[in-house]
């Protein structure tokens, strides 16, 4: 068990597409082991390979309490087959620290994935719950993508970024969500106090 370092943004490899893992041999099991540590350490509640330097489709979640026990769930070769609805999402990310900004999401995904003995299975998450929101910020590393590239608000997320001396969003690497965009807007016309309630949390956070 080994803690890693996690790659900052700015380097070229958090851009790379990750390959699928072809076998779940002794070294993928440890690497998984080794993501886990590495999350843990951090605080954080996901971690994909590419973080950590690896090429590999593979990363760990863990949204239990951090009072609690932990539980943990390793994701390989995952693929999500379903998504619906929208929400906002207030997210960070251990490749950007402190930073958080305001991103667009599904709020419910279905994922079916590979476990650590190479066991297929599927997993639901609803509700814009933490693990819904995990999972699609974990999956999109394993392309390339990054949290910012679903960011609402652009000029937001920069001043966040040279807060923290890291580079400003990539313009071209913005994704289109003009749908997703509609129906959160939408959903916060009719529930101000949702609204309310997340500009709160926002402010205790900063
Ligand atoms: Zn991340």
Redesign the pocket.
Known sequence: MSILKIIEYGNPVLREPCKEVSKISKKIKTLAMDLLDTMYKAN?V???AP?VGVNLRMFVIDVSDPKGPINPTIFINPKIIKKTGAINSY??????PQAYTNVRRYSNVTIKALDIHGRPFVMEAKNGELLARAIQ??Y??LDGK??IDHCRNRFEANQVLQKYNLPPVEEDRLIDEEFLEDEIVKYELEHPEVVEQQRKEQETDE
């Open positions: 954080g996901g971690l994909a973080q997210e960070g990310c251990l490749s950007f910020h974990e999109d590393h990054l949290f």
